[in-house]
C-alpha cells in the first residue's frame, strides 16, 4: 500500500500563489487532479519519475508548474495567478504503471486531499 500525505492547501486571493506538496513512501509518477462542488474530477497536471516529462490541462498550462525531488520523495504543484474557478479539492495520485499520464483510471493510490479556495 502506498501512503501519500499533501499539504499546502488553504484560502487566498485572487491572483495569489500556493504550492502544494505531496509525499509519498518511495518515487512514482505521479499527477494531480482536482474536484470542484458538483463537478467531476480532473486532471491538473502530472510528472513522470525522472521528473523529465510534465503534461498539463490546457487551464493549468502557464500558470502552474509540477516539480519533484525525489530525495524527499515529494512532488510540488505550484500554482501561481490562482482564480475563484481554481476553487476544489487538490489530490495527488501515484500512476504505477505510466509516465504521468492524464486519464483518472491510470491512477491507482490517492491522497485525501488539500482544499484549495480562491476568494474574488
Known amino acids: 500500500q502506498v501512503q501519500l500525505v499533501e499539504s499546502g492547501g488553504g484560502l487566498v486571493q485572487a491572483g495569489g500563489s500556493l504550492r502544494l506538496s505531496c509525499r509519498t513512501s518511495?518515487?512514482?509518477?505521479m499527477g494531480w487532479f482536482r474536484q470542484a462542488p458538483g463537478k467531476e474530477r480532473e486532471f491538473v497536471a502530472a510528472?513522470?519519475?525522472?521528473?523529465?516529462?510534465?503534461n498539463y490541462a490546457d487551464f493549468a498550462n502557464g500558470r502552474f508548474t509540477i516539480s519533484r525531488d525525489n530525495a524527499k520523495n515529494t512532488v510540488y504543484l505550484r500554482m501561481n495567478s490562482l482564480k475563484p474557478e481554481d476553487t476544489a479539492v487538490y489530490y495527488c495520485?501515484?500512476?504505477?504503471w505510466g509516465d504521468g499520464r492524464s486519464a483518472e483510471s491510470s491512477y491507482e493510490y490517492w491522497g485525501q486531499g488539500t482544499q484549495v479556495t480562491v476568494s474574488s
Open positions: 495520485a501515484v500512476d504505477n
Open positions: 510528472i513522470s519519475w525522472s521528473g523529465g516529462s510534465t
Open positions: 518511495s518515487s512514482y509518477a
